[in-house]
Nanobody, 115 residues
């Protein structure tokens, strides 16, 4: 059994920064890929950023240059540093971990960016 616990998001003003974290706990041998997804009202869930076990990274075009994903393998934790936030970044952000051929999901945290 594996659980993903996300930090609390929050309300921030456009242009400011926010960091999210997600810690995996439970019966963990190794985590292949960790990532962040988001879902805005009325829109489908989309990939924001993903990081592999050897720290290869991919980002959605909409966040490139502004967001940075990182992981701490010793803590089974993934982070999302969000800089220069825009109102269109407003969404529920979900943590994801892929291991042992199975996807695990966090419960989501609300990030709201005011203009």
């Amino acid at each position: 059994q594996v659980q993903l616990v996300e930090s609390v998001g929050g309300l921030v003003q456009a242009g400011r920064s926010l960091r999210l974290s997600c810690a995996a706990s439970g019966s963990i041998f190794s985590i292949n890929t960790m990532g962040w997804y988001r879902q805005a009202p009325g829109k489908q869930r989309e990939l924001v950023a993903v990081i592999s076990s050897d720290s290869r990274k991919n980002y959605a075009d909409s966040v490139k240059g502004r967001f940075t994903i990182a992981r701490d393998n010793a803590k089974n934790t993934v982070y999302l540093q969000m800089n220069s936030l825009k109102p269109e970044d407003t969404a529920v952000y979900y943590c994801n971990a892929y291991m042992e051929n199975y996807n695990y999901w966090g419960q989501g945290t609300q990030v709201t960016v005011s203009s």
